[in-house]
């Protein structure tokens, strides 16, 4: 089974730039996430879509950060005009449904690094 | 709020056992995991516990759950140098949103020869 697909893996912006990330889950899984994580933290939640509709974006800053899932399968993640405190790895997970009482696992890919300058 | 505390360094000697101690806030929470992400990789889920488990063993991995003192840990037996990785404690808050993880800052663990 392929795992969760992200490109590009690495990329080195100037501030005020724009740039987009892609995320291609896993076969089958509904529910696709957008994390952030900066360096010696743990990821923090950005955005959450189940099929093409947004389950959480409550920690994600709207007016520079955008994401979609047209066709309930890839994402792209987009950050305009990007800040030097957007420098984290951006990674995304993917997992089976959502539910209440249910537990589905979450599989994460290798996430892109992005550096701003 | 929901908070996830962890210390950030770890060193043990090889074949020695590690314990990665973790505290949480919140008292609704459902699932507690432990996830493994080494350099340049996303994160691997170890192991989880259901919040009415007090333990769980899978081979090499203990996770102890102390619900009233709200503290998790993770003890990997005969630790080798392949366990060198950041090892990250990570909570589920309540039924209403199972599928939401709030991650602590991660352990970096890493091995003496």
């Known amino acids: 089974e392929a795992g969760v697909a992200q490109s590009p893996r690495y990329k080195i912006i100037e501030k005020r730039q724009s740039v987009a990330f892609w995320c291609n889950p896993i076969s089958g899984h509904a529910t696709l996430y957008w994390y952030q994580q900066i360096l010696g933290q743990g990821p923090k939640l950005l955005i959450q879509?189940?099929?093409?509709?947004?389950?959480?974006d409550s920690q994600l800053p709207k007016d520079r950060f955008s994401a979609e899932r047209l066709k309930g399968v890839d994402s792209t993640l987009k950050i305009q005009p990007a800040k030097l405190e957007d420098s984290a790895v951006y990674l995304c997970a993917s997992s089976f449904g959502t539910s209440g009482s249910r537990f589905y696992e979450q599989y994460f890919g290798p996430g892109t690094r992005l550096t701003v300058t | 709020g929901e908070d996830v505390e962890q210390s950030l360094f770890l060193s043990v000697r090889e074949g020695d056992s590690s314990v990665i101690n973790c505290t949480y806030t919140?008292?609704?929470?459902?699932?507690l995991y432990w996830y493994k992400q080494e350099p340049g990789a996303g994160l691997q889920l170890l192991t989880y516990?259901?919040?009415?488990?007090d333990m769980k063993q899978d081979q090499r991995l203990t996770v102890l759950l102390n619900k009233k003192d709200k503290h998790l840990s993770l003890r990997i037996a005969d630790t080798q140098t392949g366990d060198s990785a950041i090892y990250f404690c990570?909570?589920?808050?309540?039924?209403?949103?199972?599928?939401?993880?709030?991650f602590g800052s991660g352990t970096r663990l890493s091995i003496r020869p």
């Open positions: 919140d008292s609704s929470s459902t699932y």
């Open positions: 990570a909570e589920s808050p309540g039924y209403s949103s199972a599928s939401k993880i709030i």
């Open positions: 879509f189940q099929n093409n509709g947004v389950v959480d």
């Open positions: 516990i259901f919040s009415n488990m």
